[in-house]
T-cell receptor
Framework: DSGVTQTPKHLITATGQRVTLRCSPRSGDLSVYWYQQSLDQGLQFLIQYYNGEERAKGNILERFSAQQFPDLHSELNLSSLELGDSALYFC????????FGPGTRLTVL | SQELEQSPQSLIVQEGKNLTINCTSSKTLYGLYWYKQKYGEGLIFLMMLQKGGEEKSHEKITAKLDEKKQQSSLHITASQPSHAGIYLCGADIIGNTGKLIFGQGTTLQVKP
């Protein structure tokens, strides 16, 4: 167990819909990262937050947004979903080392 | 990512054999992580390397970082079926952000 928790574990939804993925970092970690893993693109960095502020951005679509709350948990919002958004979404947190959560498998039908 | 290349892409070994997986970056490495993943599951942290020449071991897995070559290798000694999975290297090529780029992964099968 990495200490990073993610909910839900699985999510099935339809095209055009909006979903929210949730992440709680390891105790004491201020940084949260979101990654997307798909068969064709591999594991790709989306966005990083540090203590509530956006720190770095990757190839995150405009339809996607994230935030980190005062209690340090983070949410990734995905809207106007398309079939191609189906993937595993991972959250990671770091102090000195980066640990990953178990992921949320998103299926868009 | 083409910035980080892993080789081989897949590997099948007999139980008890040694094996090596390589990870090569086209950019300067500020940190190199190795993770293991079972298909469809989360990434399990194995090791993090930061300094050139650094070598770390965890049970029968050893990783080394060659800063000059911008390369890391992961070596498994006396492989076991429990070592099977996908090995991913992740690199910090920016420094001080923690943002990682990942290789495409190496799928390891260990035949009993």
């Amino acid at each position: 167990d990495s200490g990073v928790t993610q909910t839900p574990k699985h999510l099935i939804t339809a095209t055009g819909q909006r979903v929210t993925l949730r992440c709680s970092p390891r105790s004491g970690d201020l940084s949260v990262y979101w990654y997307q893993q798909s068969l064709d693109q591999g594991l790709q960095f989306l966005i990083q937050y540090y203590n509530g502020e956006e720190r770095a951005k990757g190839n995150i679509l405009e339809r996607f947004s994230a935030q980190q709350f005062p209690d340090l948990h983070s949410e990734l919002n995905l809207s106007s979903l398309e079939l191609g958004d189906s993937a595993l979404y991972f959250c990671a947190s770091s102090g000195a080392k980066q640990f990953f959560g178990p992921g949320t498998r998103l299926t868009v039908l | 990512s083409q910035e980080l290349e892993q080789s081989p892409q897949s590997l099948i070994v007999q139980e008890g054999k040694n094996l090596t997986i390589n990870c090569t970056s086209s950019k300067t490495l500020y940190g190199l992580y190795w993770y293991k993943q079972k298909y469809g599951e989360g990434l399990i942290f194995l090791m993090m390397l930061q300094k050139g020449g650094e070598e770390k071991s965890h049970e029968k897995i050893t990783a080394k970082l060659d800063e000059k070559k911008q390369q890391s290798s992961l070596h498994i000694t006396a492989s076991q079926p429990s070592h099977a999975g996908i090995y991913l290297c992740g690199a910090d090529i920016i420094g001080n952000t923690g943002k990682l780029i990942f290789g495409q992964g190496t799928t390891l099968q260990v035949k009993p």
